[in-house]
């Protein structure tokens, strides 16, 4: 899973409505259904960040004096959030998280089983407000932004107590990603690409930053549970490798197919073995390595060619045999 240090590069975008021919749409009620002939909303706003009102320079989150609208809890919220911490880490997220981002990354799960759309789309949308508001329901951010998603009422994403309502937010950002997605696009492709094509946000990687967190959050949650914490490394601790080239991910790692994809960066490795020769840019190596993909499948497996550190045909140096 691709791992990157702290960025919030994130920059000001502009007050122009991304626009399609037809009717304005307002009176928006809650529902997934928005249709692509009807004019899409405008940007949402640079991400919020409690604290002293201060500008973000160079495109980084801004911190704004603003409260929080809990999200509806749980009595397992903070099992949940304890058992999950230190399984993932993201750019804004860090690697541990609270019973009050739990409790709001179930209202973003559970509108998004209301709307009738499945794990995929919740991953979506949890990594956005996890990119937006680190899964703070905020009352305000930057110029009207509010809530999860930081959605803008002036951009035409709904009324002040609708933008701040999670099952509204999501299922707004749900719909306008259905509408520039017709047809189940949103279905395949880099899940951060389509949660910036719906926000349109000045730094288009803010969103893949966050996948390891949302992956996390959502398959523990999804099911309806998320009191039991992930099972641990099969090779013991994470160990954090370079990645120099985007590297495909198989599901054995003798003959195995493909089944993702592993971006470029800092990633987590649990360990690594012996399989099938494989070959990339005149590098070859038989040893594989254990991780969870950017594709969101867990305990995967990428050969060591594409993996800094190694030689041809040997292991790479820290990461412990499975």
């Not at 990119?131 to 329901?137: C, I, P, Y």
């Not at 996948?211 to 099969?234: D, E, F, I, K, R």
């Not at 994470?238 to 080239?245: I, L, P, R, S, T």
């Not at 493909?258 to 494989?278: A, D, K, P, R």
Request: glycine content about 14%; proline content about 7%.
């Amino acid at each position: 899973m691709k791992i990157q240090t702290l960025k919030n590069r994130r920059y000001a975008r502009p007050l122009v409505a991304l626009a399609v021919a037809g009717t304005a749409l307002t009176g928006f009620a809650t529902t997934a259904s928005a249709h692509p002939g009807h004019h899409l909303p405008g940007p949402a706003g640079v991400p919020g960040t409690a604290g002293p009102a201060r500008a973000g320079a160079h495109g980084h989150a801004r911190a704004f004096d603003l409260g929080t609208v809990a999200c509806p809890s749980s009595p397992g919220d903070a099992a949940t959030a304890a058992s999950l911490s230190g399984h993932f880490s993201g750019a804004r997220m860090g690697t541990s998280i609270d019973a009050g981002q739990i409790a709001c990354a179930r209202a973003v799960i559970a509108a998004t089983k209301g709307a009738g759309l499945d794990q995929r789309a919740a991953l979506v949308a949890t990594m956005t407000a996890m990119a937006e508001s680190t899964l703070h329901n905020y009352t305000g951010g930057d110029r009207d932004s509010i809530g999860l998603f930081q959605q803008r009422p002036s951009q035409g994403w709904g009324s002040v107590d609708q933008v701040q309502d999670p099952t509204y937010a999501t299922q707004k950002f749900l719909s306008v990603m259905q509408a520039k997605f017709p047809g189940g696009g949103w279905e395949s492709g880099d899940p951060g690409a389509i949660a910036q094509s719906v926000q349109v946000s000045g730094d288009p990687g803010a969103y893949d930053d966050e996948q390891s967190p949302a992956t996390t959050v959502v398959n523990a949650l999804w099911a309806g549970g998320g009191t039991t914490p992930p099972p641990p490394p099969s090779g013991g601790s994470k160990v954090f490798k370079d990645v120099w080239a985007t590297a495909p991910s198989v599901n054995n790692p003798t003959n195995g197919a493909v089944v993702g994809t592993l971006n470029t960066g800092s990633n987590y490795f649990y360990c690594q073995t012996q399989g099938s020769e494989s070959s990339y840019a005149g590098y070859h190596n038989d040893w594989w390595l254990k991780t969870d993909d950017d594709s969101g499948n867990a305990n995967v497996w990428v050969n060591a060619t594409y993996v800094s550190g190694g030689v041809d045909d040997g292991q790479i140096p820290g990461v412990p045999t499975c």
